[in-house]
């Protein structure tokens, strides 16, 4: 199984930056696609961006963050990053970072996924 603890979260004002981790027990974290998932109170868990493992990395993004979030991994450190500039109040959520074998944008197609870090973003 794949262990996955995000870090990284907490209380940044609208426009700020913010980074997020993902860290990976198993050191076969390199053969799985990565993704960010969200969910804010009262709404479904949403799709943010994932990374695949294949060549440098194919990344994806929810049309909500693309210029915003960029997602990057380093397979020799088994860890994932989620850097968010340009933050807005509806940014606001619980992180959670999630390994497939196939998946790229649906949650249930995710296998393992941390525990969560909260990103509150003030206005």
């Known amino acids: 199984q794949v262990q996955l603890v995000e870090s990284g979260g907490g209380l940044v004002q609208a426009g700020g930056t913010l980074g997020l981790s993902c860290a990976a027990s198993?050191?076969?974290?390199?053969?799985?696609?990565i993704g960010w998932f969200r969910q804010a109170p009262g709404k479904e868990r949403e799709f943010v961006a994932s990374i695949t493992w294949s060549g440098g990395g194919k990344t994806y993004y929810a049309d909500s963050v693309k210029g915003r979030f960029t997602i990057s991994r380093d397979n020799a450190k088994n860890t994932a990053f989620l850097l968010m500039n340009s933050l807005k109040p509806e940014d606001t959520a619980v992180y959670y970072c999630a390994a497939s074998r196939y998946g790229l944008m649906s949650a249930i197609d995710y296998d393992y996924w941390g525990k969560g870090t909260l990103v509150t973003v003030s206005s």
């Open positions: 198993q050191r076969t974290f390199s053969s799985y696609t």
